[in-house]
């Protein structure tokens, strides 16, 4: 499902929305955990939205985007490239001997026990 792209003035709307949950709790309750409730948020998300406000001002509260920052996974092209990767070079042990094995020595071993 594509994420939802949401305009300048949409941002803004919902970064003052979260401005003024943190405001509540500071100026008419008093109390961080009855405003949570009356606004329908989690303590956790309060404070998520306290602290990037201190840090980062109405910008901090702001939706960011949920993509990573970077990919975990390695690429076919960066595992080529990394030493010991190749699976035509690169050699097993045996569990049962001190012998190091080609990959197509590996795949003939029994692993039966007999």
Not at 25 to 34: F, I, K, L, P, Y
Not at 58 to 64: A, C, E, M, P, S
Not at 90 to 95: A, C, Q
């Amino acid at each position: 499902m594509a994420e939802r792209v949401w305009s300048e003035k949409e941002l803004v709307r919902r970064a003052n929305r979260r401005l003024s949950v943190l405001r509540h709790a500071e100026e008419v309750s008093g109390n961080v955990a009855a405003t949570c409730r009356y606004c329908g948020i989690s303590r956790n998300v309060f404070y998520r939205w306290k602290h990037r406000y201190e840090d980062e001002g109405l910008d901090g509260l702001k939706d960011r985007s949920s993509a990573p920052l970077h990919c975990p996974n390695v690429t076919a092209t960066a595992a080529a490239t990394t030493p010991g990767t190749d699976p035509q070079t690169r050699h097993t042990h045996d569990r049962r001997s001190s012998d190091i094995l080609t990959p197509n020595e590996a795949a003939s071993v029994d692993h039966s026990g007999g």
